[in-house]
């Protein structure tokens, strides 16, 4: 699909469910995700001796479809490996499907599958979330036009799957454009994104009963792995304020969006950010390897709340 034939696309489609996507959704200011007002206040303290990963490790936790490069970069084809992890002669399989907010998840439903014997298929795309709306490259200021082809493309092999659940995830801090190339901002941003994510849950419950929208996680205000070397013995110097870390506006745009699907919704919040301000470690465990994505050390703890989540809903 050339990038002409999906502008034409995106320009015959109407604005009509994003219109009213904004009536149905409120936007009061009070937020049922409680606030830093309810959180214990975070306790100061060196950096462990047996913190993981080791400071100088932070950069290289990643998930290991980084290393073996299955999750597709900006601007490039999609891999051309089958992306497989867990117990790959499984006879079910899991779907992992988003951007690099969603790959952070990767390594806690490896273990998962592992826990589980099922075979896990990670599908994700840097800085290509999943809502079905045109990426805009804001280091190029360029059309990521491969990010709907991915996209589109991912999308089909799920189908064609029938997976027995998909996780599905994405990013806040996403950039994007209408059909004239016009950056679009505010209200009307987020009524395109949840217009494009209703498009796209509704192809992904064709092709699973059980799809699990994992909400944004908390971000550091600050390179997590920069900060904590300059600063071993303060664990608070490298704290990000609740309001900072967390969008409780965002957060409910997101539910509401997965309420009306009919789909899992898990909010992952009071497991990444349980103190005010929010701390930069879970007890010997760094939770960021920049400030934006979880480390994989951290990542596998989650597995756990995770699937204690998913069963009790």
Not at 5 to 29: G, P, W
Not at 136 to 146: E, F, G, R, V, Y
Not at 185 to 193: F, V
Request: aromatic share 8%; proline share 5%; glycine share 4%.
């Amino acid at each position: 699909m050339t990038v002409a034939t999906l502008l034409r696309v995106r320009r015959r489609r109407t604005i009509a469910s994003a219109l009213i996507s904004l009536l149905i959704f409120s936007s009061a200011t009070q937020s049922t995700y409680g606030d830093d007002s309810q959180l214990p206040a975070l306790v100061d303290a060196p950096i462990p001796a047996n913190v993981t990963p080791t400071i100088s490790g932070i950069a290289a936790d990643r998930p290991t479809p980084y290393k073996d490069r299955c999750h597709t970069q900006q601007d490039l084809t999609k891999s051309e490996s089958a992306c497989v992890y867990g117990d790959r002669k499984s006879k079910t399989t899991i779907v992992l499907f988003g951007d690099s907010h969603a790959l952070s998840w990767f390594p806690a439903i490896e273990r998962l599958a592992l826990a589980k014997k099922w075979k896990l298929v990670s599908l994700t795309m840097s800085s290509c979330w999943p809502a079905d709306i045109l990426a805009w490259n804001s280091t190029k200021n360029a059309l990521m036009a491969n990010c709907t082809i991915w996209r589109t493309d991912t999308v089909n092999d799920i189908l064609a799957m029938k997976p027995k659940m998909i996780f599905v995830a994405g990013t806040r801090g996403f950039t994007t454009v209408d059909g004239d190339m016009n950056l679009i901002l505010g209200d009307a941003r987020t009524a395109t994104w949840e217009a494009g994510m209703v498009r796209t849950l509704d192809d992904l419950k064709k092709a699973s009963k059980l799809v699990v929208y994992l909400a944004d996680t908390p971000v550091s205000a600050v390179d997590s792995p920069t900060c904590l070397r300059a600063h071993r013995n303060s664990i608070a110097a490298c704290a990000t304020p609740y309001a900072k870390a967390v969008s409780t506006k965002w957060l409910a745009e997101e539910q509401h969006v997965a309420t009306t699907e009919g789909v899992m919704w898990i909010d992952p919040t009071p497991w990444i950010c349980s103190t005010e301000p929010c701390s930069p470690l879970s007890g010997k465990y760094i939770i960021y390897v920049d400030s934006g994505h979880l480390t994989a050390s951290f990542a596998r703890t989650l597995e756990k709340p995770l699937w204690a989540e998913i069963t009790s809903q």
